[in-house]
C-alpha cells in the first residue's frame, strides 16, 4: 500500500462529525497539519469497532498541529505543538 502525503506535507483534517466510531479528536476536524510521519497501513476504525475485518486497510500518519490553531486563546509557548495519528481516508491536500 502506497502513502498519499509524505513528511512534510500540509493536509487539513475532514471537519466531518459521523455518528460511528472513530479516532479523530473534534477539536482537530477542519484544522491544517503537517505529516511527521507514516505509520504504516491498518483496518480501519470505523470498521473494526462494529465487528468488521477494518478492510482496505488505510495508512496512519502522525500530524503534528499548531497549538494555537487549535485553541486561539492559547497562553502557553507559541511553537508548543499536538501531534495526534490520524487515518488517510480523514485527510486532504491543504
Not at 462494529?50 to 497549538?67: A, I, K, S
Not at 509557548?77 to 491543504?94: G, K, V, Y
Request: charged residues 25%.
Amino acid at each position: 500500500m502506497s502513502a498519499r502525503f509524505a513528511p512534510g506535507d500540509r493536509v487539513r483534517i475532514a471537519g466531518r462529525d459521523p455518528t460511528v466510531h472513530n479516532r479523530v479528536p473534534r477539536y482537530a476536524r477542519g484544522h491544517v497539519g503537517v505529516i511527521e510521519r507514516v505509520c504504516g497501513a491498518f483496518g480501519q476504525p470505523e470498521l473494526l469497532a462494529y465487528g468488521g475485518d477494518g478492510e482496505p486497510y488505510q495508512t496512519l500518519y502522525r500530524v503534528r498541529l499548531e497549538q494555537t490553531d487549535l485553541w486561539p486563546d492559547y497562553a502557553e509557548s507559541p511553537q508548543d505543538t499536538l501531534e495526534i495519528e490520524i487515518f488517510e481516508h480523514w485527510l486532504d491536500p491543504a
